[in-house]
């Protein structure tokens, strides 16, 4: 690419900082809504008398159905683009808040893993905004971009922080009607102000023939095995490290307590993911998904002793978070230059939906291995050990994106 081109794509490029923080703040607010359950799982357990499968499938439905859902939303926004895909993805998933506020409200189990099921729609606004935010940077820097819009994923901490302190201070209903509210109106702050890069190139291809398009690339197999282990340990300790803790510590640890520790594992997630995407432009996604993939490892198997509550154990779940946000920065710095310009949108609705289905399982797994004798967890965790290992190994055996590399096809 020539120097005057170069120049001529950054003019056109004005102002992508601006929409790629809008794109964040409305993720954020699908993430808010995704993980809208899991703060007050114990509450439901009560009133409903729920058992530790009953628990589980309740926090694992939105997440299997966001997860999947990205598959076929990843393939739209590239035909339809971020603005128009935001704003209905922002707008679908109001109804799935008011109906979880429902079936909170007459204590329908049934009705409440229907309403988690619907749900799932929400989840699935990081399959839009990844391919958004790329087109808005160049190749070198799509590393950057993707790590910025991936700080989005701080709506699970707003929700861990906010939905059980909401629900104190106002009400359970009235706490999810502001939740509704505040979703359409980010709808609506998103249609007038959010804009498609004017780089990007709607693509005419059927769906059907993008997504299998998208299959048949190896690198689309390869990051979504290594984002199923970062974003899929992400999610899943988002939503059951609430349900964790009040179950391993229950004379140390609240409901409200637990949202706060959560609310920081999140963060720190959210903050370490955009520093795994730049170090990935600099130094290549390869190294950091290989430091993060060793961190979790490590850091599971010190979480799998159960040690006492305190700030050990505060330490070690922030620190995970930490690993687990580079490796998600480092993985879509890994598929932009590895991804033919015309499919990035598929691509990353693939990968996406295996990091969605990688926090599908261990919910489950969790709560099928939970022993109530020496109350712990510690084969799921022991799982969780064997799984990164495995990631670890396969990571280092995969070709290294070069920093700054266009896509083949461009």
């Known amino acids: ?69 990205r598959i076929l939303v990843g393939a739209l926004t590239d035909r ?4 128009t895909m935001f704003v209905a ?65 701080i709506g699970t901490a707003v929700s861990a922080f906010f939905t059980p302190r909401l629900a104190e201070w106002i009400g359970y209903l ?19 102000f959010l804009r498609d890069s004017p780089v990007w190139e709607p693509s005419r291809q059927p769906l059907v023939p993008k997504v299998v398009g998208a299959l048949k690339l190896r690198i689309t197999w390869e990051m979504a095995f290594l984002y199923g282990i970062v974003f899929g340990g992400f ?19 609240d409901p409200v307590g637990a949202g706060t520790r959560t609310a920081l594992f999140a963060a720190a997630a959210v903050v370490a993911r955009p520093i795994g995407g730049a170090l990935s432009d600099r130094v290549g996604p390869k190294i950091i998904s290989l430091i993060s993939l060793a961190g979790i490892v490590s850091l599971a198997y010190v979480v799998g002793q159960q040690p006492p509550e305190g700030i050990l154990t505060g330490v070690t779940f922030i620190a995970m978070a930490a690993a687990m946000g580079l490796g998600m920065g480092a993985v879509f710095a890994w598929v932009g230059p590895s991804t033919p310009k015309d499919k990035v949108g598929a691509v990353t609705g693939v990968v996406a939906a295996a990091g969605g289905l990688g926090g599908y399982f261990p919910p489950l797994v969790m709560g099928a291995t939970y022993n109530a004798e020496t109350n712990s967890y510690a084969l799921g965790l022991w799982l969780l050990v064997l799984v990164g290992a495995f990631a670890l190994v396969v990571a280092g055996m995969l070709r290294d994106a070069r920093p700054g590399a266009a896509a083949p096809g461009k």
């Not at 005057?4 to 929409?19: A, D, I, N, Y």
């Not at 954020?28 to 809208?36: L, N």
């Not at 988690?116 to 799509?142: D, K, M, Q």
């Open 1 to 69: 690419m020539t120097a005057s081109s170069t120049q001529s794509e950054g003019t056109k490029l004005r102002g992508q900082l601006g929409q790629v923080l809008l794109a964040t703040f409305a993720s954020t607010m699908g993430f808010w809504a995704w993980m809208v359950i899991a703060p007050l799982q114990k509450t439901y357990a009560t009133e409903m008398g729920l058992d530790e499968g009953q628990i589980s499938l309740m926090l694992a439905t939105p997440v299997l159905v966001g997860a999947l859902g």
């Open 80 to 83: 339809f683009g971020g603005r």
């Open 89 to 153: 993805v922002l707008l679908l998933s109001v109804p799935a808040v008011l109906l979880v506020a429902l079936a909170g409200e007459i204590k329908s189990f049934p009705l409440l893993i229907g309403a988690g099921f619907y749900l799932g729609v929400a989840g699935t606004i990081f399959a839009v905004g990844v391919p958004f935010s790329s087109a808005w940077y160049e190749p070198s820097r799509r590393g950057f971009a993707t790590g910025v819009f991936g700080m989005g994923m």
């Open 174 to 192: 009235p706490t999810h009607f502001l939740i509704a509210g505040i979703m359409t109106a980010t709808a609506v702050l998103v249609w007038l």
């Open 235 to 253: 999610v899943a300790f988002s939503t059951f490290l609430p349900k964790y803790l009040t179950t391993i510590y229950p004379d140390d640890v």
